[in-house]
């Protein structure tokens, strides 16, 4: 069974500053999805950003970018010039590809909690 | 667009007792699955189910079920409810050839 790992519970980063939320994940298959999502206190899960495995280009988009490195099986999220409407749960995710019927499982880490200081 | 509807957004249940959950999922989305989200155990997959069939099943007790319909709208139900069964409970729905998950909003849950 895959597994992720999110080793910080909390970080904090000054406004229009840039923080590094860490994630690495276990597994045997070649082929999967990486997420992060954000999860404020309206507890409504958005997702920020997604990485297919296949592609080693990381994924961009806006102030947020990803560092994926497949063989370390690990997956950083970079947020650069950090406003203070980040400041959330962060969740690393994990899809296969290879679910029983084609299943959309995701497995999630632990969750850093984000605060982002004015 | 209305996103997925959750409801209710709290309940506070006595233990013993059983609970319905409801989740509405995004117009044309097929796939509906469920979350647990507690400060212990973080999130953990209950069940999906996709086309009124359920899909996969995480490890959780046979107290939790659940299923869906012909609209898409899904129900799980927790029978025997316990203290430790208190969370967050999670929806998600995707299309059927998607990639991304839509969350709701949650229903809390708290067992007394």
Known sequence: ?118 | KAGVTQTPRYLIKTRGQQVTLSCSPISGHRSVSWYQQTPGQGLQFLFEYFSETQRNKGNFPGRFSGRQFSNSRSEMNVSTLELGDSALYLCASSFSSGVEAFFGQGTRLTVV
Do not use: H
Request: charged content about 20%; overall charge neutral.
């Open chain 1, 1 to 118: 069974a895959q597994t992720v790992t999110q080793s910080q519970p909390e970080m904090s980063v000054q406004e229009a500053e840039t923080v590094t939320l860490s994630c690495t994940y276990d597994t045997s298959e070649s082929d999967y999805y990486l997420f992060w999502y954000k999860q404020p206190p309206s507890r409504q899960m958005i997702l920020v950003i997604r990485q297919e495995a296949y592609k080693q280009q990381n994924a961009t988009e806006n102030r947020f970018s990803v560092n994926f490195q497949k063989a370390a099986k690990s997956f950083s999220l970079k947020i650069s010039d950090s406003q203070l409407g980040d400041a959330a749960m962060y969740f690393c995710a994990y899809r296969s590809l290879y679910e029983q019927g084609g299943s959309e499982k995701l497995v999630f880490g632990k969750g850093t909690k984000l605060t982002v200081n004015p």
